[in-house]
């Protein structure tokens, strides 16, 4: 009984060592190397526990694989407690149970399989499921995607061209199972098999960084230069950005702009919720913000401006009513609400893009039956609270005198499939805008930032930056950020960026790698459960 005490400890510190090294790995100051072996402490632990099934009660695995993704989640997303303690325990708590429950998943199968690496195939379909799915339901939460992890060392990754970041986390795990497998089978496999192995992982994390280099160094932008400005007003969204009057945001974005304005500039880009008046879609001309911003037009009249707002619409009687809606309190009518992105030009109608990838818990809420209760709990970070609407379609906006642009809203700059429908829909450069004020000075809003590495790669597309607290930057088609601005200061910065038509093999075929891991794991599962059943039958 001592023993098994002794051991319980160092199965938990084993976990523990998974997530420390997991967490050390993370953007934007970690070293991405420790990600090929950051689960092997976890393997050790599943695979001991497989070897001597009788001392261990069901869902061990679970238990123990539990604290070290728990570790992972906490240590390096802990800033999320800044903005919401409820929303940091839910991220970090519920996100630590679906990797913990893919291990045990996998332990399971592996018990049914008995073969082991059809059973290694299974970990990593089940795992690339479980990301696969936070990029695609309503509990969204990508933030910890193994391909993720390279976005600070996004010059290993020049790949993500042709794979998106499912590339990344494929390279990671089978990483880990080959260096486990080698570390596990030492003493009793020959000396040819040893060096035979070695050279097999000497080649699988080395070919695909020569690679990288190799794709970096070759890759030239095609001249085709667009001027922007972006601006970084550095309103405290705690304390300013929705207390200050909508006219005095205005005045301020325009005073930061100032002298940088001239008729050659194509583009001026102010950040996510930059405009706080309550704006109604159904006659957005008549609101100040808009009639100030305006100005600027009549003065640069091939002037395109792209600013975020809270925007509403009234839907007319007998309209379908969708889920997001919100009922008036003195009539019988309904609205909904929308994290939007205005373009403003010379045109008379102004074009739109509703945010469509909501933040969980600050701007959605699950949509399973039965849960439209919980829009009361809603996270109030400010702004507009409760499930927004969406739209269906990745807005790509036409312009005065220059190229199609995409615009994407803060959280939506994670996801790489998504982001790519706008580069599919047309746009030839991508603008980003954001307000990573909430989290104060932590790693989160520097992460959010590197992430923006990973989709100038995917799509092959220069993307202009605006963040209302920083970082904003201008970033090439290669990844390389230029006039990256420092947290917490007003600034402005001003520039051109290269214009691409051309449509990556990753932009034309999109998240390919997760939908066919994903296929293969649920047929895998089938399998297991067909094994159990008959099993079961058999005895």
Not at 37 to 54: N, V
């Amino acid at each position: 009984m001592a023993v098994l005490k002794i051991r319980k400890i160092y199965f938990i510190l084993l976990s523990l060592l998974s997530g420390i090294l997991l967490s050390l790995a993370w953007p934007q100051n970690g070293f991405p190397g420790l990600l090929f072996i950051g689960l092997i402490p976890m393997l050790f632990i599943e695979d001991y526990i497989s070897k001597a099934p009788e001392k261990f009660i069901k869902f061990t695995v679970f238990l123990y694989s539990y604290p070290g993704f728990l570790a992972w989640n906490i240590l390096t997303t802990w800033w999320i407690v800044n903005s919401t303690l409820v929303g940091a325990l839910l991220a970090n708590v519920l996100n630590a149970l679906f990797m913990a429950i893919i291990f045990q998943l996998f332990h399971w199968t592996k018990k049914k399989i008995t073969h082991r690496l059809l059973s290694y195939i299974s970990l990593v379909c089940f795992w690339v499921a479980l990301e696969y799915l936070h990029l695609n339901w309503d509990l969204n939460w990508p933030w910890l995607n193994l391909g993720n992890g390279f976005s600070s060392y996004y010059n290993w990754v020049q790949w993500y061209e042709y794979t998106g970041t499912f590339g990344g986390t494929l390279w990671v795990l089978v990483a880990n199972i080959t260096i486990y497998e080698l570390l596990w089978n030492f003493k009793t496999q020959t000396s040819k098999f040893k060096i035979q192995y070695l050279l097999f992982i000497l080649i699988w994390l080395a070919t695909p960084i020569v690679i990288s280099r190799i794709i970096y160094n070759q890759y030239k932008e095609s001249p085709n230069p667009v001027n922007f400005v972006v601006l970084q007003p550095n309103l405290d969204p705690y304390s300013e950005q929705y207390t200050i009057p909508p006219p005095e945001v205005i005045g301020q974005i325009i005073s930061l702009a100032g002298s940088n304005l001239n008729d050659k500039v194509n583009f001026l880009v102010a950040p996510e919720s930059a405009i706080q008046e309550s704006m109604w879609e159904n006659d957005l001309r008549t609101f100040a913000s808009i009639r100030l911003l305006r100005q600027i037009i009549e003065q640069y009249p091939d002037l395109n401006i792209l600013i975020g707002g809270s925007t509403f619409y009234a839907f007319d009687r007998g309209a379908p009513i969708p889920r997001t809606a919100r009922k008036f309190t003195d009539t019988d009518r309904y609205y909904n609400a929308y994290n939007t992105g205005i373009m403003i030009n010379v045109h008379d109608t102004l074009q739109l893009y509703h945010k469509s990838k909501l933040t969980p818990g600050v701007e959605i809420l699950p949509s399973f039956k039965g849960f439209k209760w919980l829009e009361k709990y809603a996270i109030d970070l400010g702004g507009t609270v409760g499930s927004l609407g969406m739209d269906s379609v990745r807005t790509v906006y036409t312009t005065i005198r220059s190229v199609p642009v995409g615009p994407a809203i803060c959280y939506e700059s994670i996801f790489g499939e998504f982001f790519s429908e706008f580069v599919r829909n047309g746009a030839q450069i991508m603008i980003i805008i954001t307000n990573d004020g909430w989290w104060g000075n932590t790693p989160g809003h520097r992460q959010h930032y590197a992430f923006a590495h990973l989709r100038a790669i995917e799509t092959r597309r220069s993307i202009a930056r605006s963040a209302n607290t920083g970082i904003s930057a201008f970033i090439d088609q290669r990844g390389d950020a230029h006039q990256v601005t420092k947290y917490w200061v007003p600034a402005v910065i001003k520039g051109s960026l290269n214009a691409n038509t051309k449509l990556t093999f990753y932009v034309r075929h999109g998240d390919y790698i997760a939908r066919y891991l994903t296929a293969t794991g649920a047929m895998i599962l089938l399998l297991s459960v067909f094994i159990s059943v008959k099993n079961r039958f058999l005895h």
